[in-house]
């Protein structure tokens, strides 16, 4: 289907739906008065409900969270049309709206920025993979805006944007809640929570609220380790932290909120299954064979993952007069992130090309990268706050983020093969004045600076909104590369990258009644470009070096989206819908360099995202909710991208699908609550099912699939030659979650549940070691789980 006909067809369908939407909407409302979703959102930064927004928004309140169980937001992306997450563990999320991806995202690179910004109220937060995973416990609700949100959001928004809105401090009210969980995973071990808020006055123009939690992950991946000893639930872990914020009023048109936040996250491994290992596989003869069951991986050290987060922020709000308001938000953030993998079979794969004595390939090797960022932000804005036909906002952003990327191959005993096999004095001739014993180090110390001024305006003519905006963005980037080992080229280069743009956005909102809205938006979204890290060039192919060696920088990735949808509600029930299509030019593709154990990113000319999405609720009896969300997306290149001899690039061939989307994602919904015991308590029933289409983890997974890997690495008793044949396309999959609770007199709600009642392994990413000759496996979600929840509000 061509672009013209697509946009026709699911535009087409969007109005046949608003049709039918409208005809119950306008027999069930006799008194032609607004009813249903009258959650508050400031989506557009100013207070609106969701149905009034002129596009396409999800908002999931407290009580959507408490009743579905959802503890991350991948639990709640199964249940928001077009959002999709890849789990690689807690606090290494990689989100996607709408299909909007360029392919997994790996902890070596550092310079990818993010395709969807993640803000905690008014605070950027997101960090390509390690967006923080706060903890949901207290929020007022998560909003997730769909399409390209530059205008007010800026780069990092292409595809969308989420935003995790906490309750503000109230005055002249002590209140609080208190959660204990208590869940054990079906072969694996037992977890908890327990979470406490509470807010108090602390004078009559002062508030303060408080939230801290502790969260004990439960763990469920057993590591096979040498001699045939298992280590159970290696992926087991920790998080906790706390917010605090205060709100004073000094006088009636000036709140001012300052707010800490601090969170750590620990654990001992990652939710990855091996289908290969160098050191444990079916092949070889002198070492025990092994085939790996399902939730099994070899380790010779144990891994580990590391995040402390510290966001400080502060709120300004004044009301000057003749309804305008001046905000100014302010915000730093620091993030301290360790991730510590077995890089054995990594080593020891490079170890054996080089023809080191088996000694030297059973080393054990661990690769360490940290990331430290120290980031400074800035908005003050103006906007109108009347009730009038002209609304406007203009306002100015500031941005300076300091990143310091370094990776460590710290392998005892390393140097001394080094030099016995490749000639005295080899080890230090490539140090480059990094540590002895390591193979491979890097240093890349980023400055990133961002200025930008934006501005939207609105005005309504009886039923109909006309809508305008744009942002200018000007951004530099500096990078100094330093490495250093035998397994690097001893580089010392500084690089630089700049851009500016401007992104236009244009909003049509007609009030066909006043339940039923038609929208239609074109706007433009952006995200930075960068520059690559230099290929291991010693560890490459000599085709690999040709292939992937002249992608040295990558440019912005522009997005035009298109769209037009309806929301309609009526008694009991909304229902929201729309159909888009994004055309993307110079998506920024992310690939496995082959055998250089280096990834690169580069510029696809064009791809396209396009689809439809709804989202319906009803009660259609009293104590009966029902709900059910779903997308449907076409996410495919248009472009093929090739070498020099014509071959196809990393699967970038015109029409594959673009990677770690699902075309069709579904999820479906209900509660049922009824009193018991005569005394206003309630008993409450619900069940939901997600169903989660197929997806590949990068283009070229695409190709050549069902793939045959052959390590051509003769260890262990194996030739080399030997294929292990795995299929790349991540099957679909349905989870189940059932609950039983009861809310009780004086806050008390007790609430049991089973997750994914069918116990399915789902398959969430493919993960490649050196090209797949070192190790092959996959992320894997968690497996059933038994829980039991407390609640006690006051």
Known sequence: MDRCNFIRSTLTGAALAALMAAMPAMAQVADDQPQ?????????????????????????????????????????SRNVAGLTIQNLGPGQSQVAIRGVSAGQIVRDQPGVKEQVGIYLDESVISLSLFTPDLDLFDLNRVETLRGPQGTLFGSGSVGGTIRYITNQPKFGVTEGSVEANLNLVDGGSVGGDIKGAINVPLAENVAARAVGYYTRYAGFIDALLPGGAVDHNVNGGNRYGGRLAITWEPVSNISITPRIVYQKIETGGFNRQDSFNLFA???????????????QQYLLLREAFRDETVIADGTIKIGLGSNIDLTSVSSYTYRDILVSRDASALTGSVSVDLGYPNAAVLLPSNLRDTT?????????????????PWQWLVGGYYANIDRFYRQRLPTPGYDAFTDATLGAGTAAATANGFPANSPYNADLPYNLRQYAVFGETSYTLDRLTLTAGGRYYNFKERRRFTSGGLFSNGDDRTDRTQSDGFTPRFLLSYK???NITLNA????GFRLGGVNDPLNAGLCSAADRAIFGG?????????WNYEGGFKAQGQGFTFNAAGFYNQISDLQVTLDAGSCSSRIVFNVPKAHAAGFEFEATATPLPGLDLGISGSVLDSKFDSTVTDGTGAVIGGIRQGNRLPSVPQFQIAANASYSFPVFNNGSKAILTASIQHVGNRYTQPSDQENNPRSFVSGLPFGGASGNDATILNLNLPSYQLVNLSVGVEL??????TAYVNNVTDT??????????????????AVGQPRTYGVTLRQSF
Request: a positive charge; zero cysteines; glycine letters at 8%.
């Open 36 to 76: 249903g979703n009258d959650i508050i959102v400031t989506a557009s930064k100013r207070n609106s409900t969701v149905q009034d927004i002129p596009f396409s928004i999800n908002a999931q309140t407290a009580a959507d969270i408490q009743k579905s169980g959802a503890v991350t937001l991948e639990d709640l």
């Open 281 to 295: 596989n079916p092949f070889t003869t002198t070492r025990p064979a092994i085939t790996f069951a399902p939730r």
């Open 372 to 388: 430290r960022v120290n980031s400074v932000t800035q908005e003050v804005r103006l906007g109108s706050t009347g009730s009038g």
């Open 512 to 514: 066909a009644s006043p």
């Open 521 to 524: 938006q074109a706007s433009r």
């Open 551 to 559: 992608f040295q920088s990558y440019r912005d990735e522009k997005l």
């Open 745 to 750: 007199a004086h806050g008390l709600g007790i």
């Open 761 to 778: 392994n789902a398959l969430l990413s493919f993960d490649r070691e050196r090209g797949g000759r070192a190790r092959l496996g996959f």
